[in-house]
């Protein structure tokens, strides 16, 4: 008997049979993962040398609490072009607020990288003014153009 893994609900597996699905005793919450089978598994995998899938498997254990829109449209969010630095780092903060701390961390970090590679919405779709690249940079010479007065 299995009464370690639990789902979201907090029903163990050994409560989850096709007879309880029948008559209709099996919710969505019974399906998803509850976040302390999550952290097992991250502690299984630092042990066995691999600290990525085990800092994966925690922010995953993190995000169980929200709602599946929330989850995809940070997804979302994080896609390259999608979302500005502002954005990201206001979506960090929010989630910080509400004790989401290690999701809170790569989105941050997201931020900054996006920024730096320019990832991140161009400042024209956020309605700022677009800074000009750093190659491009406006100053006197002989291309240079005077000034249009009328």
Known sequence: M???TRAL???TVDDLTLDAVRVG???LADLRIHPETL???AVIAQQHGNPQLAANLRRAAELTGLPDEEVLAIYEALRPGRS???ELAALAGSLAARGLP???ALIA???EVYARRRLDRPAAATG?????PAAAQPGPGPSAQPPVTS
């Open 25 to 27: 005793e099996v919710g």
């Open 39 to 41: 952290e097992r598994q």
């Open 128 to 132: 700022l003014p677009p800074e000009p």
């Open 9 to 11: 609900s907090g029903r």
């Open 84 to 86: 500005s630095t502002a």
């Open 109 to 111: 970090e997201a931020a």
């Open 102 to 104: 290690l999701n809170a």
């Open 2 to 4: 299995n009464t370690e």
